[in-house]
């Protein structure tokens, strides 16, 4: 279950990732202002500083599972598993935020928040085992 855990892991942080590159180096492009039902280029151009920084964000909490899965691969379990845990725990509350601040985005919320969440109930059950 422990690899199973990591796995899911790397799949939310691969999914931060896409959405760090959406919100802090595409958010004006089509792809991104679909994804994110932007109104117009011009609402895109004026909140662009504000999703650069929170791509970042989505970046930093990418990097914090990478960096737990490589300590766990060299064996510090420990280190890894506190890393994972923050990252994906800090997903899956922002997931949650989401959720519940805005029902109309509850597709993306569980997006979010889904992956990461599966790989805290997968990891803490092989850990426990």
Known sequence: MIIVGLVLAAVAALIHVYIFVLESLLWTGPAARKTFGLESAEFAETTRPLAFNQG??????????????????IGATAVGATLVFVGTG??????????????????????????????IVALAIGLAL
């Open 90 to 119: 800090s997903m899956v509350a922002a997931g949650l935020v989401l959720l519940l601040s805005d029902r109309s985005k509850a597709s993306a919320a569980l997006k979010q928040l889904v992956p990461p969440l599966a790989a």
């Open 56 to 73: 970042f964000y989505n970046l930093f909490l990418a990097i914090e599972i990478v960096a737990g899965i490589v300590a766990f691969a």
